[in-house]
DNA sequence: TCAAAAGTGTTCCGAATACACCCATGC
DNA sequence: GCATGGGTGTATTCGGAACACTTTTGA
């Protein structure tokens, strides 16, 4: 296998193995949430392939570029978004998922605080939207799968890490948070059990202000106390709301 | 950026962009348990670079080869193991990890009864060896980092799939699955209390025999029940054992 | 008989569960 | 008042924690 290797010379003359062809592109799973909805930021992408196609944002790694930094860049060029932390959690490579050769893709994905950022298209993307992961379009090249699995990963990280915080807006009421676990985890649970568990971990901070403009008893606003989790977690904390289903 | 791109031709008169020069790679974390101690299996480079040095098993992907079956041909390559299940765990993608060029690696890890394998090297591997993961020798490339992120997202493992029943021989006691389980979190359990959980699960299958040529009370030979360990997480069951340390 | 490890039983305690119930607001 | 969702209290149950204890073997 590797005794039988192609050697090319490019432009530059520098010699460089048949192996080194491959393309190498990051796709980037953006979950925010909204209205009792876990949505995620897909693209309509303006260039072949896939052109008119709904898709993730991604795009090529350049060769001197770290995968880090071209998620980041690469979200920021299609969709404004800056300084999102983005999470790496699986790479795709299968040997036709590219039409345009052999490209494999690492996968990142993030959660949002939806109403802090507005995502504005740009570069190939010609419009740009949040959907119901409920309610998906078809999507570019085996951008589905990706997706799947950036979903079940955000499932499973609700164990080790406070994605209520990270998605709801910076005040939000208890109702909203558990809102928030149901629809991400797909079942519901019981309102006093929930309330006493979340507030027994002391990562909320009470806030003197309430709900407006609300038909009925408006609810207590709270805040999440980052640097209570901080000092948790580095002591070996597992954020772990996993209650029964109701 | 991506307007910017050069445009390479190769030998066989096929443009291909600047970054379609990435080399791609696997890179398996094989580890395996004997006597108290949780292994890792390492090569010897017998070639450039870093010739000499210890490095996890792995080589360059080629352009018609899907990762999962290039991460299984090269440790068969270099250990003569076969039919493993490796499970993707992280992409090492920095610019300047690879001396021959942009390679991004993909690092798999897997868990062998290392009784029932006898690796032997081969290829441009001069030798092969088990190492207890707490005495690793200086390794090439980034593996260092690789091997380290790998134990981390075993010992994260341990919550969600049986390695216990993975890294064992096929008959085993309950005190040797403790001491797996201890050498893999670094802590101690309570033995009445590990056997009463473990035992609970209803995940071993006790067997008619018993230890021999011990110097003690011989102990009972379980083993691990699969079809019922499916059929449990099928419906959701995730497999815990976090007891207190002791 | 002793050492060493196998194996069992029991009490205690805290957290999850399953409820019932009261509170504040707009209409 | 009443509908609606916010918010609280409590008895019960279940499982983990702690620890004492018995059993079986070889030497």
């Known amino acids: 296998m590797s ?4 050697y090319f010379i490019s432009e530059n003359n520098v010699p460089f193995k048949q192996e080194f062809q491959f393309g190498l592109s990051v796709d980037c799973v953006v979950f ?4 009792g ?8 992408r303006n260039a072949d392939p896939y052109k008119g196609s709904w898709a993730l944002p991604g795009d090529l790694v350049s060769l001197n570029e770290d995968l880090e930094h071209a998620a980041n860049s690469v979200l920021n ?7 999102i932390f983005m999470e790496q959690f699986h790479t795709f490579g299968s040997v036709n998922r590219h039409p345009a050769g052999r490209v494999a893709t690492v996968a990142y994905y993030s959660l949002v605080k939806s109403s802090n950022y507005h995502p504005v298209a740009s570069a190939w993307a010609s419009s740009i939207q949040w959907f119901d992961i409920r309610e998906l379009p ?8 990706i997706l799947e699995k950036g979903i079940r990963t955000l499932q499973r990280s609700v164990q080790y890490r406070p994605v209520g915080f990270e998605l ?10 558990q809102a928030l676990y149901e629809a991400l985890l797909g079942f519901k649970f019981d309102k006093p059990n929930f309330r006493k568990k979340i507030l027994g971990m002391n990562l909320l901070t009470s806030l003197d202000e309430v709900q407006e403009n609300v038909w009925h008893r408006p609810a207590k606003l709270y805040k999440f106390d980052e640097g209570r989790y ?11 709301i996993t209650l029964k289903s109701s």
């Open 37 to 44: 909805q876990v949505r995620v930021l897909l693209i309509e």
């Open 168 to 177: 709801l807006p910076l005040k939000f009421t208890l109702s909203e948070l």
């Open 230 to 240: 901080r000092s948790l977690r580095d002591v070996g904390f597992t954020f772990d």
């Open 3 to 6: 005794e039988s290797n192609k």
């Open 32 to 35: 925010g949430y909204q209205e």
């Open 138 to 145: 078809d999507l570019a090249f085996d951008h589905k799968v």
């Open 77 to 83: 060029k299609l969709t404004g978004l800056k300084d």
